[in-house]
């Protein structure tokens, strides 16, 4: 399966929840898509509930079904909670870190800059959206890239103190990971119990 490409609106109305930032439309229309959106909602079985919330995961941090179940393994066979340890590795990936460092406006546009070759870790370009970034890393926009419109723009005004596992130095351009979030500091409105209890079945 191919990387979802299409409107983003969409999704999120299916979802009822701005999964992908600010949704105009989404304001509006606050109901499914499709021709019978706005009628009368079925009930939704045990495992089309835990089935949705996998979905939205995946659609949120924009990764593919064997990426999600590949990192979901590596999450059970480590110490922790699995669900809280699976969203760790998910905000760990270099280009949820370079949405988090406010280089980037979305996860998309920070996907596009690191394949674009425009970010780099510890000084080295990595071009990998998929990287995970360890601990005591520095993430940074590399050296020909920091006059980019696309990254002024999003680091304009952006509040760097918001998540407490980041530290961000703006004479450089360069983020350091501090360590991974605790689930309290991720802002994701995820119910990761119920994806473990559908991998569980």
């Known amino acids: 399966m191919a990387r979802y490409t299409g409107p983003k609106t969409r999704i999120a109305r299916k979802f009822g929840e701005a999964i992908f930032g600010p949704d105009k439309v989404l304001a509006k229309k606050n ?24 979905q939205k995961a995946k659609y949120t941090y924009g990764v593919l079904e064997k990426q999600f179940r590949n990192l979901f393994e590596k999450a059970a066979h480590s110490k922790g909670i699995t669900g809280e340890v699976l969203l760790q590795l998910l905000e760990g990936r270099l280009d949820n870190v370079v949405y ?15 394949s674009h070759r425009h970010i780099v870790v ?19 926009v590399r050296e020909k ?49 119920l994806i473990v209890e559908l991998y569980s079945k």
């Open 145 to 193: 890239a920091k006059s980019l419109e696309v990254i002024g723009d999003a680091l304009s005004g952006f509040n760097h103190s918001k998540y407490p596992w980041l530290e961000w130095d703006a004479a450089t351009l360069n983020g350091k990971l501090l360590h991974l979030p605790e689930r309290a500091d991720i802002p994701e409105n995820i119910k990761e119990q």
């Open 31 to 54: 109901y499914p898509p499709g021709q019978h959106g706005n009628g009368r909602k079925k009930k939704t079985s045990e495992y089309g509930i835990q089935l949705r919330e996998k």
């Open 100 to 114: 988090r460092l406010g280089i980037a406006p979305t996860r998309s546009a920070a996907r596009q800059l690191v």
């Open 122 to 140: 510890d000084g080295k370009v990595v071009n990998i959206p998929s990287y995970s970034v360890k601990a005591g890393q520095l993430v940074g």
